[in-house]
């Protein structure tokens, strides 16, 4: 899902109408055409966390370079630095220059959220209808997605994934992960740059 990429941030309000059919189909496949055209994003971002079991939520900051078709830095600056760098299906754990490739449950993790922002940022299964059902909104000055999964194991994971499109330049400003034990990860993108020359690294 996702998709990526990013120019315009702002919050967008609460109020929103459903989208029908028709209107749904259009926009996913507007959105999926604009994400397609990135050939490059780069942007910070800021996540926030809100866990049961903790009474505040976790809020970390960081940087974000994409580069088509499959490669993305995801950079993590405060509250403690490392870096996952995702090339295909590979995803490694940069911590103080040593590297760890992520496998197991943790990697299965970081691959499920990762991949949504890779696959959002490229255009690639931006919206998979056979892996969500999909409900589109008019939410103000952004089109809401908020996909479901069907399939097992992704459920294990999302309970559901939420993203939020800037309606004029029709890239992504915010998304959630809402876990499936109720966990949920908010992602905000800042200071986009598309399709200027860039760098992932290792």
Not at 39 to 52: D, E, L, N
């Amino acid at each position: 899902m996702i998709v990526i990429l990013f120019v315009v941030m702002g919050l967008c309000a609460k109020a929103q109408t459903p989208l029908s059919v028709d209107q749904c189909n259009d926009i996913m496949a507007s959105l999926t055409e604009s994400a397609a055209s990135m050939q490059s994003i780069q942007c910070r971002f800021v996540q926030t966390k809100t866990m049961a079991m903790l009474a505040e939520p976790t809020v970390s900051e960081g940087t974000m370079v994409f580069v088509a078709p499959d490669r993305l830095r995801w950079e993590y600056t405060t509250p403690y630095p490392f870096s996952l760098v995702v090339n295909g299906d590979r995803i490694v754990k940069v911590t103080d220059g040593k590297e760890e490739v992520l496998s197991g449950k943790s990697g299965r993790m970081y691959q499920g959220i990762l991949s949504m922002i890779l696959d959002s940022a490229s255009g690639k299964k931006l919206f998979d209808t056979s892996s969500f059902d999909i409900a589109m909104f008019d939410d103000n000055n952004c089109w809401k997605a908020e996909m479901t999964p069907k399939r097992r194991d992704m459920k294990r994971m999302f309970s559901q994934l939420v993203f939020y499109f800037d309606k004029t330049t029709q890239v992504i400003s915010h998304v959630e992960f809402v876990e499936a034990g109720g966990d949920v990860t908010s992602i905000r993108f800042e200071d986009i740059k598309v399709n200027e020359e860039v760098e992932v690294g290792k």
